[in-house]
Structure formats: C-alpha cells, structure tokens
C-alpha cells in the first residue's frame, strides 16, 4: 500500500519537475528571439557603403608587385623599391613594414582627383617611432594624412591637412611612441575631425571652398610618402617617408560616424565582419539537447 502511494507520489513529482523544465525552456526560448535580434543590432559592423580603398596587408594580399585592393574598386597599390615587405607582425595577422627609404611606397594605381571632394575618411593602424606620410594626394591641392606635419614642425601627432586654402592641421595625442595605434580622420564638409584608438582627439570646423577638399590639379596618390604626382606613379615629395609599420588601410568617400570609427577600433581585423557583441556560450543545438 505504501509503495504504491510512494510510486505515484514519484510520479507525479516527475512529471511537475517535467513541466517546469520545458517551462524554463520555453521561457530561455522567448528570451533568446526577443535577444538576438538586439545582439544583431549591436553587431552591426562597420558598412562598406561609399568605400574606395581597403588595403589588409595580409600576406593573401599580396599579387607580385601589388597589394590588392580588397574594396571590388581595382584601386591596388603598385610596391615601389626593394625593401618594403610583408611581415608576421601585423596588428592583425600580417602588416606592411616601410623603411623609410626615399623610393620606398606605394602609388596607388587609378585613383586620381580632378574635382572637389565633398566628404571623406581614412583609417589605418600604425606603430613608428618617427614622423611621416600615412597617404598623400598632395595637401597643395586635395589632402594629406600623417604622422607629424613638417609644414607646422611636429613629429608626434596626427596630421591632416587639406585644401583649399590649404589648413595644416595636427591632433593632440601622441602616436609616434613604437606602439600600435588606431589612427583615422574624417571631413564631413563642415567639420573635420582627427580620432586616435577610436576615440575623437581633435575637431574643428572647416573654411574650404564650396565645403569640398580641392579641387587644384589633377592629383595620384600615394601611401607612405607625399605626393606631387600628376600622373599614375608621378612625382613623390620623398622628403618625409613613413618607417615603420601599417595595417588595416581603408579610405572612404563618406564621414565615418564617431561609432564607425570605434567599431574600427575595436575590430577583430575585418571591419566589416557582423558579430555579436556577447557571444551566446551555448549553441541552438545544446538548447534543444537540455529540454
């Protein structure tokens, strides 16, 4: 007689304990549709829209004498002298070491400038020790991006200077310390700013004619060096080469928002790869292993 109300009061605790079981499931279920797609949102990576450049400087990048341009656009940069190289210490996987040399860069095939540009980015990560040319397509007539700025006799921080009329202009955070730093600066028309490891350094409101950078005369560029160049591979101001190493080069035909430009920052090496946020520590497939 005991056993059996025993049994049945066995029974009836098993099928309770089922019960709220497949109710914490079904509840961890709902909270997991409802989190996701905020997960989602979170992770949005950086978007490619209005993309003109993107150098990774991976090792997989490499095409004889050319780094290959990643954004779809051909704009892939020539190697030119001897000595610059790839090499297995890249912020993420492999980088680009320049030397420092006066023939020492890269030009940057096809993109060339006749007219104003209304807005534009460019980010990189770098490690030197010195001043020099991130990318130029000469400060005379469009732009420059640097590490110092001999126009104003600086050697530590980020230069960005544009025309016209030409602004020489410097941030305020030191970068030149043989450490990796994240360095980027935009131009919206109105304001320009200058960001350093994805947070803003510097801003300032901008006096260019008809809100655009340039235009003067047609202008190639190059990375590593300044330029001069009215022609693909033209003349480079080899006066302040860049030594040291770059990694992760992109440049925008937009503003990046301050949120784009930490989202850079705090990358894993793909800018535009999407992942959350708070990683799940159990797949959909464990989920439906615990019910």
């Not at 009061?9 to 019960?19: A, D, Q, S, V």
């Not at 949005?44 to 656009?73: H, M, P, T």
């Not at 790839?86 to 023939?103: L, S, W």
Request: charged share 25%; with cysteine; net charge negative.
């Amino acid at each position: 007689m005991h056993n059996g109300v025993n049994m049945s009061i066995i029974k009836l605790t098993l099928r309770r304990l089922k019960m709220k079981t497949s109710l914490i499931f079904q509840l961890l279920v709902l909270t997991l549709i409802l989190t996701v797609p905020i997960l989602a949102v979170q992770a949005r990576g950086i978007s490619d829209d209005e993309l003109v450049i993107y150098y990774s400087f991976d090792e997989a990048s490499l095409k004889g004498d050319d780094i290959l341009d990643g954004s779809g656009n051909e704009y892939d940069g020539f190697i030119h002298g001897n000595n610059l190289k790839i090499v297995d210490e890249g912020k993420f996987n492999e980088c680009m070491q320049f030397p420092g040399g006066a023939t020492e860069y890269i030009a940057v095939r096809d993109l060339n400038y006749t007219e104003g540009i209304p807005e534009l980015s460019m980010a990189v990560w770098v490690k030197t020790s010195d001043r020099g040319m991130i990318a130029s397509w000469d400060r005379s007539d469009y732009f420059r991006f640097a590490v110092g700025d001999a126009a104003i006799e600086q050697f530590d921080f980020v230069a960005f200077d544009i025309c016209c009329p030409i602004e020489d202009w410097h941030g305020d955070i030191k970068v030149s310390d043989g450490e990796w730093h994240h360095v980027a600066v935009t131009f919206d028309g109105d304001i320009k700013r200058i960001y350093v490891d994805g947070k803003i350094d510097v801003e300032q409101a901008t006096a260019t004619n008809n809100n655009m950078i340039g235009p003067k005369a047609q202008r190639y560029g190059f990375i590593g060096i300044g330029s001069e160049a009215g022609e693909f591979n033209g003349n480079a101001s080899p006066t302040w080469t860049f030594k040291g190493l770059m990694d992760e080069f992109l440049m925008f035909h937009r503003a990046l928002s301050e949120e784009e430009v930490e989202n850079l920052y705090k990358s894993n090496g793909d800018p535009f790869a999407v992942e959350p946020v708070n990683k799940l520590s159990m797949t959909w497939g464990e989920l439906k292993n615990t019910e």
